[in-house]
Every structure is written in structure tokens, then in C-alpha cells.
């Protein structure tokens, strides 16, 4: 498929993630494995793989038709292309699970792996499915934002231009909409503006725009009408849970978008014990994975719990926040069973050994009050994960979405049959902080 690279790079590559890059020249590329050397570039954009809407559609209407476990909604459409926005719920048990994925629509490797699980769980006859089944109720969001997982046409709604997929949806800011454009979740430079998604949820989940004071916006650009949305901590409307160390709570997303809308009243719904989103991050590397001599591992996956004051505040342990004191809005013990809820992961790859899945890394945390974890987690004191497989979809050809997609399978049908036999509760919660943080590496390819 030939690719529009011009207006690829204008609007596909959002760099992710914090921690350092270290940059990797030619003469360096067989230094690292299993991605060195990389995949040929003329392999490495390769949409063939990935579910449209309307075919990750049918794929689960006829999971649902074949099987009497799940159960299948519309929950909303998106912005632009009006594609249905999808839940699945799976299970009738006590402890309720809400996954998320393709938030940012350059990152789908999760809705393939949904469609995986929900295979699975529709038709396996395992004991642990039963298991699962009888303990969890399980609540699926495969793709939050369609508009940018099938980006078509000048405009991202089109039909006969060439697909691609980017971060953002395709809502046009418009006045009337909010006071000011939320200079935090809204891509005013792109060709095309929208939002992204994961600066755009409200830790009032009652949030309308107008209601508040004009002196909570801090404006960035009067020309422009660009500001950012500081809420005091006295009007938020939840109890602190571990101290409270802010006056205001910064980039509060605004919950304007119907994607963000359907995603908030989906958590409300399910009343979740347990949250985990899917993301893709840039190429990292496990840093200490050359600690037995030879050359260093990509990190598969690296894996982020949010945590409060009570985990910031312990001495002797490399957090490398962008904000130190974290979300205090959960309870120690939430913030205690999100740290197991990472550490887990790690733990079920070992069974791999050395090697491409026994590399998963930590993502440095810091809170995005715009952020699904971090604005939706505290409403139903829910633990949290977000997993980032390494590389972006525009990066790496079908090989390595095989591997991102099983790392994913592994990390969350474990944390199923964890959370369902009890189990994960036996996670020292520190291994979490043992985890190396990841470091960032650069791709040849984006090099162009
Ligand atoms: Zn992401």
C-alpha cells in the first residue's frame, strides 16, 4: 500500500512516554535484539494487519452470536466518522474488571488482542475460564477512538483515500463547545484538529462546560483562545484519600467528546475493583538486560501502576515521576492492588525466560488528571494499569504485532485468573518499583 509520508509525519507520530532517549546509529543496530536489526522500512508500515471498524465490528457480532457468555453494545459513536464505539461484557462474578484500548488511535494492537481474549473467554472450556467467568464480571471497550484507527481521506472521514491512523479523534473544536480550547488534549496544529482522548476525561464525571469560574482557566495564547483548566482541589468533587499536597488540579479534561462520555458512563456502569488501558509507546530497551554480558533487550512492554503520597513518599526507590506526590484521591489500599496489578505482569513473563517477553520495564508515573486512570480510577476506587507494548503501528511490520498482541493476551488473561482465584492479593506489591524504568531508544526508521 503506497503511504502518504508527507501527511503521515504531519499528523501520525506523537512521541510518548518520558524517561531519556538514547540515540542508536547504523554502525549500532545489530547491538540490540531481538529488534536489531530492525525490520526493513519497507516492511515496517503495514496497515493490511490491523481491523477497520467495520471489520473489528463484525468480528464481534460474531463472537457474541456463537456464544452465549458475552454480551454485546453500542455505547456511543465516534465524533467525526460516527463509527460505533463498542463494549463487550463477559462474566457474572463479584469483581468487576474495565479494560479499555485504542484510546489513541495509532495504538491498536489491544483491540486485536480483545478480540483474542473474548475468543477465549467466549468458547474455552479450561477450568481457570470457569473460573474467571464464575469471579469476574468483565467489561471490554476494544476501540475508544475509531476516528483515528480509521483515519481515511483528506478530512479522516473520507472512504476512498488511504487509511492511516493517528493519535487524536477528529472533533473540531468549535465556540460554544468550552470557554477556551483546552491547550492540554487538543491538536489545534494538526491538518485536521481533534483531541486526544487521554487528556480529555473529567475528574468530575458531571463536568459542563460554562459552570465554571472563568479564573480556573490559565490562558496560554489569548489569540489562539488556548488555556489550560486548573480546578481547585475544594471543588473536586471526591475525598481525598492519602493527604492531599495540591491546591489545584492541573489539565483537567473537559468531557466533551463522545468517546470520553461513553467511556465515563461505561466505567460508572461496570463500578469497576480493576482498570487497565492499552497504549504503544516508542522503541525502550530493558536496561539492565545486559547485566549477564552481551548485548541489551527491547523491552517488550513496560507496565504503569498509579500510585499516591504513601508509595511517592517511600525513601530508596527510583520513581523518576514528572510529579512526585501522585494521586491522592486513592486509598492506600487501591494504590497497594494497582502496584500488584503491574507487578503481576512481570511475573507471568518469567515463565518465557531471558528473552523477548521477559523484558517488561516500568513507565515512568505522574498524574494526567485528563487521563482515564488517574480521573476515573478514584470514582470507584478502582486499581489501575496501563500497559505501552514498545513500538508505535507505523513502526514495526507484522512479526512484531504478533508479539505485541501476546505480550497483552499474556499480561491480562493472568491478571483474570490472578484476580479470579485470589492470588494477585499475594503480589508483593515492591516488586513493582523493582521493575527497570524503561529507556527510550531511537528507530532508525523514524530517521526520515
Ligand atoms: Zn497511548
Not at 474455552?124 to 480509521?150: F, H, K, M, Q, Y
Amino acid at each position: 500500500m503506497k503511504l502518504n509520508r508527507r501527511r503521515f509525519l504531519e499528523t501520525g507520530l506523537v512521541v510518548s512516554g518520558v524517561g531519556l532517549t538514547k540515540t542508536v546509529g547504523a554502525q549500532d543496530e545489530d547491538h540490540y535484539r531481538p529488534g536489531g536489526p530492525w525490520a526493513p522500512n519497507e516492511q515496517a508500515i503495514n496497515y493490511n494487519g490491523y481491523l477497520t471498524n467495520d471489520e473489528l465490528g463484525k468480528r464481534l457480532q460474531q463472537i457474541d452470536k456463537r456464544s452465549d457468555r458475552i454480551a454485546l453494545e453500542q455505547i456511543g459513536a465516534s465524533a467525526g466518522r460516527g463509527d460505533p464505539i463498542w463494549e463487550v461484557t463477559v462474566g457474572d462474578g463479584n469483581e468487576n474488571v474495565h479494560i479499555i484500548n485504542q484510546i489513541h488511535g495509532d495504538e491498536p494492537t489491544g483491540a486485536a488482542a480483545m478480540v483474542k481474549i473474548l475468543q477465549t473467554l467466549a468458547n474455552g472450556s479450561a477450568p481457570a475460564i470457569e473460573t474467571i467467568l464464575d469471579n469476574l464480571t468483565i467489561t471490554i471497550i476494544p476501540r475508544v477512538n475509531p476516528d483515528g484507527a480509521n483515519f481515511v481521506g483528506d478530512d479522516g472521514v473520507g472512504t476512498d483515500g488511504e487509511l492511516r491512523q493517528r493519535r487524536q479523534n477528529t472533533t473540531e473544536w468549535t465556540e460554544g463547545d468550552s470557554r477556551y480550547i483546552n491547550a492540554n488534549s487538543y491538536g489545534h496544529g494538526l491538518e485536521v484538529p481533534g483531541y486526544d482522548l487521554n487528556r480529555s476525561f473529567s475528574i468530575d464525571p458531571d463536568y459542563t462546560p460554562f459552570d465554571e469560574p472563568e479564573e480556573w482557566w490559565s490562558v496560554r495564547d489569548e489569540e489562539a483562545n488556548l488555556a489550560a483548566l486548573n480546578m481547585p482541589v475544594d471543588e473536586v468533587p471526591l475525598e481525598p484519600e492519602d493527604g492531599m499536597p495540591y491546591d489545584e488540579l492541573w489539565n483537567v479534561g473537559l468531557n466533551i467528546n463522545p468517546e470520553t462520555q461513553a467511556v465515563t458512563k461505561s466505567f460508572l456502569e461496570a463500578d469497576p475493583d480493576w482498570a487497565i488501558t492499552h497504549h504503544h509507546q516508542n522503541a525502550t530497551i530493558d536496561p539492565e538486560s545486559a547485566a549477564q554480558g552481551g548485548p541489551e533487550w527491547q523491552s517488550i512492554m513496560s507496565v504503569m501502576a498509579p500510585f499516591g503520597p504513601t508509595y511517592a513518599g517511600l525513601d530508596g526507590v527510583d520513581y523518576r515521576s514528572y510529579v512526585g506526590e501522585g494521586n491522592p484521591f486513592l486509598s492506600v489500599d487501591t494504590q497497594t492492588r494497582s502496584l500488584q496489578l503491574s507487578g503481576l505482569v512481570a511475573d507471568q513473563m518469567e515463565q518465557f525466560g531471558r528473552g523477548r517477553f521477559n523484558t517488561i520495564t516500568r513507565y515512568g508515573y505522574g498524574p494526567l488528571w485528563g487521563s482515564y486512570l488517574d480521573s476515573l480510577c478514584p470514582q470507584t476506587d478502582a486499581a489501575g494499569a496501563l500497559y505501552e507494548v514498545s513500538h508505535q503501528s507505523d513502526s514495526r511490520g507484522h512479526k512484531a504485532r504478533g508479539t505485541m498482541v501476546k505480550v497483552t493476551v499474556e499480561g491480562i488473561m493472568a491478571t483474570f485468573e490472578r484476580i479470579a482465584d485470589g492470588s494477585i492479593h499475594d503480589v508483593d506489591e515492591m516488586t513493582y518499583f523493582d521493575l527497570p524504568l524503561s529507556e527510550g531508544i531511537e528507530n532508525p526508521h523514524d530517521n526520515r
